[in-house]
């Protein structure tokens, strides 16, 4: 089947706006990660969701950054009041167990937020 | 924390070396270790995947091991070829019932016709 899609693929916007990015898992994957890469940075960690499970926010930045996944599936990574050092590629990423040796994480393609 | 860091940041090679790239990690209590790769614009594939228990997988021209209680992996190309340019990301598993994924900063690879 399809693999994970996101969108939109870039997205500029000013700053000061209130952006929301979308993540398509892998059908029937249980879990869903957010990650960023800035640049010159590595890819850092965001949120974490499994199953009906309460999500993991550890990674989140700042309050001005929300995330949710509806039934189940489709996530969103809201971000509130963009700030330029928001800009960065947002990465999602699904896996079928959400933990243990042999779970790998299938990713898409990001989006780039650009902040002007 | 867990700190995963990549030996070399970038590297330049003619068509046809084996070569090799470093990846050390901090903390070893890790489900697996992953090997991605990342093309300009493009989220990342998954290369290889060794289990805390292995020492090493092995998939066409691609050879990854690991040492655990060293903290090291390291992959090896052979025969690289200009496709193989890419940047290759090393990624370790945390060994705490979900796999948050702690990544190095890359290794930047050209490979030159």
């Known amino acids: 089947g399809a693999g994970v899609s996101q969108s939109p693929s870039n997205k500029v916007t000013e700053k000061g706006k209130d952006v929301e990015l979308r993540c398509d898992p892998i059908?029937?994957?249980?879990?869903l990660y957010w990650y960023r890469q800035s640049l010159g940075q590595g890819l850092e960690f965001l949120i974490y969701?499994?199953?009906?499970?309460?999500?993991?926010k550890s990674g989140l930045p700042s309050d001005r950054f929300s995330a949710e996944r509806t039934g189940g599936s489709v996530s969103t990574l809201t971000i509130q009041r963009t700030q330029q050092e928001d800009s960065a590629v947002y990465l999602c990423?699904?896996?079928?167990?959400?933990?243990?040796?042999?779970?790998?994480?299938?990713f898409g393609p990001g989006t780039r937020l650009t902040v002007l | 924390k867990q700190e995963v860091t990549q030996i070399p940041a970038a590297l330049s090679v003619p068509e046809g070396e084996n070569l090799v790239l470093n990846c050390s990690f901090t903390?070893?209590?890790?489900?697996?270790l992953q090997w991605f790769r990342q093309d300009p614009g493009k989220g990342l594939t998954s290369l290889l995947l060794?289990?805390?228990?292995?020492r090493e997988q092995t998939s066409g021209r691609l050879n990854a091991s690991l040492d655990k209680s060293s903290g090291r992996s390291t992959l090896y190309i052979a025969a690289s070829q200009p496709g193989d340019s890419a940047t290759y990301l090393c990624?370790?598993?945390?060994?705490?019932?979900?796999?948050?994924?702690?990544f190095g900063k890359g290794t930047m690879l050209l490979v030159s016709p």
């Open positions: 990423a699904s896996s079928l167990y959400g933990g243990g040796a042999l779970d790998t994480q299938y």
């Open positions: 059908s029937g994957h249980t879990a």
């Open positions: 969701f499994q199953g009906n499970s309460a999500p993991d």
């Open positions: 903390d070893s209590a890790i489900y697996n």
């Open positions: 060794i289990q805390s228990s292995q």
């Open positions: 990624a370790v598993a945390a060994d705490s019932g979900y796999s948050t994924l702690t």
